[in-house]
């Protein structure tokens, strides 16, 4: 459900900076997006499709990075890899707070000026 608004989001972000750019054609977008961002991917690729349409993104390669969540304990620092929101320290057994993992960010575009 909150695929199509993020790619509406996207598609709107890079019809600016496109503009802004003078360009007319977007050809590539690369993105960033946590494994527990709760985006589903390919859910995100077929709603960019669809929200791109007959604007300067249309057509546009979407090139999504993965950033493997992560997180440290705040008891014992313990710094561990993150399945889910509430993983437990290997350490002492508190729940891990999240350092990384539920980015979605447009990290760069590629244009046709
Ligand atoms: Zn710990």
């Given at each position: 459900m909150h695929e199509m608004s993020l790619a509406m989001s996207?598609?709107?972000l890079v019809a600016?900076?496109?503009k802004a750019a003078g360009a007319r054609q977007v050809n590539r977008i690369e993105l960033e997006v946590g494994t527990l961002s709760g985006v589903l991917v390919d859910s995100l690729r077929f709603c960019f499709e669809a929200a791109a349409r007959e604007t300067v993104?249309?057509?546009?390669?979407?090139v999504i990075r993965e950033i493997a969540a992560s997180g440290r304990c705040p008891a014992c620092g313990v710094e561990g890899a993150m399945a889910g929101l509430l993983t437990d320290c290997p350490g002492c057994g508190q729940y891990l707070v999240l350092d990384k993992g539920r980015e979605l960010r447009v990290v760069s575009i590629t244009v046709d000026e």
């Open positions: 996207i598609v709107e600016t900076e496109a993104a249309a057509g546009a390669a979407l």
